[in-house]
């Protein structure tokens, strides 16, 4: 574990339930990393699934963070005001909460975590996880894609075959796309290749 700490992010997570492990995988990595993390569930994340309940998951999270997950609009509305974090990573974000951005609604926790900390310049880097990322969800995915302070880890056909529209982030680049976001760099967004095939 790295001893040096580097900072406050928020860490938030959608109703993808069947990318939640690696979700929360890849936040252990950022721990390790030194990051401290402040966990937000989305209000979807927090409904019981074959994947396990939502009191599951919100002890997970919180076991892992060593944080009260953020599960309401007034608890992550002062993320940005009070400079509480440098950066927003939702991961997965589903193409509900995809909409919802690119929309700029902010009704839920994690839409509001957005809207709080962008309106701050801190940005906001994005871990899809959806089934119509080539379909209903692309357009909402290019109008981020054009908005400042919106970043992307590397994505990619998660079943070419089964599922021909799902696009889903390699959760493994979070790390690096973070560091890049940080920098105000976007890393190479799409992944090469056939994934899962």
């Not at 574990?1 to 990318?19: D, E, L």
């Not at 927003?88 to 975590?113: E, F, N, Y």
């Not at 957005?114 to 309106?119: D, M, V, W």
């Not at 054009?146 to 992307?152: L, N, V």
Request: aromatic fraction near 6%.
């Amino acid at each position: 574990m790295n001893t040096q700490k580097r900072g406050t992010i928020a860490f938030a997570v959608c109703g993808s339930f069947c990318t939640l492990d690696a979700a929360l995988a890849a936040a252990e990595t950022l721990n390790r990393q030194g990051w401290e993390l402040l966990p937000i569930m989305s209000f979807a994340a927090g409904q019981d699934t074959r994947f396990g309940t939502g009191q599951h998951w919100k002890d997970r999270l919180e076991a892992l963070t060593g944080h009260a997950v953020r599960d309401t609009l007034q608890a992550v509305e002062p993320l940005g005001p009070q400079r509480l974090a440098r950066a927003l990573v939702i991961a997965p974000c589903t193409g509900a909460t995809l909409a919802r951005l690119a929309a700029g609604l902010s009704d839920t926790p994690v839409t509001l975590a957005a809207k709080s900390l962008l309106r701050v310049g801190c940005p906001v880097v994005v871990g899809i996880s959806t089934n119509d990322g080539l379909g209903a969800s692309g357009e909402n995915l290019a109008r981020l894609f054009q908005r400042k302070h919106y970043f992307f880890v590397p994505y990619g056909q998660d079943d070419p075959i089964q599922k021909p529209s799902s696009l889903k982030a390699d959760l493994s680049s979070l790390p690096a796309a973070l560091e890049a976001a940080l920098q105000g760099r976007q890393l190479q967004p799409v992944l090469l290749g056939q994934r899962g095939a």
